[in-house]
């Protein structure tokens, strides 16, 4: 039985687009060189074998996600940071709550990190774009923390309703999902060489600091780099 439900994202400054665009698709030519449109890279897709990537060996699919999580580590604050929370089943009284947990959760530290740069005089909003899977749940849940707040506070820097999309559409999308693998796998599978790769991108209040960005939501006694970061904060 699955034992985490997690939620992937990133935050990436408009003039990153191009760059990061290219270089996911650079990494496309390296594995697929005589196909010239786009391919989206899905993570479970990939890990899975299926589709475009049924006749790879394990050990080619796990190089090209590490490629990915490469790409993703390599990245630079503050115009690329990855988040992520993790929810546990001991910290759920019903299945149905762990969509609006991570959500929240993960709204909450986006809200965060842009209110940490306008305090150190870059102001900047954010226009989320999400996966247009649960899209009805999400559309709800932050319309509501745009008008109310969510239980951590007022979401104030959110410059409009979110836009859905597939990870067919965009490469952003692409990499926000090799993230939330990454970080289920490890939570999951205890599996760290994705994770380890990109754990460097993960929102830090301090450049030497944990990852503020990494939010794991559990009841047990936990270990992880998350919850012992949090715990001694």
Same mark, same amino acid.
């Given at each position: 039985?699955?034992?985490?439900?997690?939620?992937?994202?990133?935050?990436?400054?408009?003039?990153?687009?191009?760059?990061?665009?290219?270089?996911?698709?650079?990494?496309?030519?390296?594995?697929?060189?005589?196909?010239?449109?786009?391919?989206?890279?899905?993570?479970?897709?990939?890990?899975?074998?299926?589709?475009?990537?049924?006749?790879?060996?394990?050990?080619?699919?796990?190089?090209?996600?590490?490629?990915?999580? %490469?790409?993703?580590?390599?990245?630079? *604050?503050?115009?690329?940071?990855? $988040? !992520? +929370? #993790?929810?546990?089943?001991?910290? =759920? /009284?019903?299945?149905?709550?762990?969509?609006?947990?991570?959500?929240?959760?993960?709204?909450?530290?986006?809200?965060?990190?842009?209110?940490?740069?306008?305090?150190?005089?870059?102001?900047?909003?954010?226009?989320?774009?999400?996966?247009?899977?649960?899209?009805?749940?999400?559309?709800?849940?932050?319309?509501?923390?745009?008008?109310?707040?969510? %239980?951590?506070?007022?979401?104030?820097? *959110?410059?409009?309703?979110?836009? $859905? !999309? +597939? #990870?067919?559409?965009?490469?952003? =999308? /692409?990499?926000?999902?090799?993230?939330?693998?990454?970080?289920?796998?490890?939570?999951?599978?205890?599996?760290?060489?994705?994770?380890?790769?990109?754990?460097?991108?993960?929102?830090?209040?301090?450049?030497?600091?944990?990852?503020?960005?990494?939010?794991?939501?559990?009841?047990?006694?936990?270990?992880?780099?998350?919850?012992?970061?949090?715990?001694?904060?």
């Amino acid at each position: 039985m699955q034992r985490h439900f997690v939620l992937g994202a990133i935050a990436v400054h408009e003039d990153q687009i191009q760059k990061l665009t290219k270089e996911m698709d650079d990494i496309q030519k390296k594995y697929f060189p005589l196909i010239h449109i786009s391919i989206p890279l899905h993570a479970t897709d990939i890990h899975e074998g299926k589709g475009h990537f049924d006749n790879f060996t394990r050990e080619k699919r796990e190089e090209l996600l590490l490629d990915i999580c %490469r790409l993703i580590g390599k990245q630079t *604050f503050p115009r690329f940071v990855s $988040f !992520a +929370t #993790a929810v546990h089943i001991s910290a =759920l /009284q019903s299945e149905k709550e762990a969509l609006d947990m991570v959500i929240e959760d993960l709204t909450n530290r986006f809200n965060i990190f842009l209110n940490r740069l306008r305090s150190k005089g870059l102001p900047s909003k954010g226009l989320p774009i999400i996966d247009q899977a649960h899209q009805e749940r999400y559309r709800e849940l932050i319309a509501l923390y745009q008008k109310r707040g969510s %239980r951590y506070g007022y979401l104030g820097h *959110f410059i409009d309703i979110p836009y $859905f !999309a +597939t #990870a067919r559409d965009t490469r952003m =999308l /692409q990499l926000a999902d090799v993230c939330a693998y990454s970080v289920f796998r490890y939570y999951e599978k205890n599996d760290h060489k994705f994770f380890d790769t990109l754990f460097p991108s993960f929102d830090k209040v301090a450049p030497d600091g944990g990852p503020d960005g990494l939010k794991h939501l559990t009841e047990e006694d936990c270990s992880c780099v998350a919850c012992k970061w949090h715990k001694h904060r």
